[in-house]
């Protein structure tokens, strides 16, 4: 499939979509949130593809926000399809994605680029990240799920203080504080976000799956009977029988 806003890329086991809108420090439109998502689905049925990386063209910004142009003149009903179908199609397709999703966030990171981050599994961000959700200075509020991911990352009160204040955070304060896993020099980012990449590459895709779906189920009353129910379930299937052949035998695992 061809793409005009994004750029994607398969390197061994690894996918990897570039937002391509330096014009607008790719700024998410329609049409890029559905080549994302697009393109997830094309990795997420490619078995040679094991972690999927989200970063943005250039050095100057991850993705600075919505397209503000495309929403402006929304009423109600409008906006509120506008939040639905993107929390729908992408934001929680990213969190719920078979595959490990990591962001490299390289500048800016506001508003619906924030949100983008957060809906990944992971999250590394450049030396010069500046991170925010600036929608109260609009007179809005985050609408792809910033105002419930970002309390669950760094605690009710730090989010509170983020959103109302809508000021950027720099990327060390962003590390500090849980919002993301690690920082590096701008130059260093995408190889540094391969190499925990091919980490995560080498082990096992049936077991990471479920992992992420019960991580995600972490916050709620279905967690705990949803790991054990998973537990089991990798007892029966090939991964487990590969990876504890492979322990006995002392050597590294196939899958």
Known sequence: MSYENILLKKEDKLG????????????????????????LDELDVDNSCRVVILTGSGEKSFVAGADIKEFSDFGQERA?????????????????????VIAAVNGFALGGGLELAMACHIRYASENARLGLPEVTLGLIPGYGGTQRLPKLVGKGL?????FSAKMIPAQRAKEIGLVNEVYPIEELLTKTKELANV????????????????????????????????????????????????????????
């Open 16 to 39: 990897i979509i570039t937002i391509n809108r330096p014009e607008s420090l790719n700024a998410l439109n329609a049409k890029t949130i559905q080549e994302i998502s697009s393109a």
């Open 80 to 100: 509120e399809e506008l939040a639905k179908n993107g929390q729908n199609s992408l934001f929680n397709k990213i969190e719920n994605l078979s595959k490990p």
């Open 159 to 163: 989010a509170n203080e983020i959103i």
């Open 200 to 255: 995560i590459a080498f082990n096992s895709p049936m077991a990471i799956s479920k992992a992420i779906h019960a991580v995600n189920l972490s916050d709620t009353d279905k967690g705990f009977e949803t790991e054990i129910k998973y537990f089991g379930e990798l007892f029966e299937l090939a991964d487990k029988k590969e990876g504890v052949s492979a322990f006995l035998e002392k050597r590294k695992p196939n899958f």
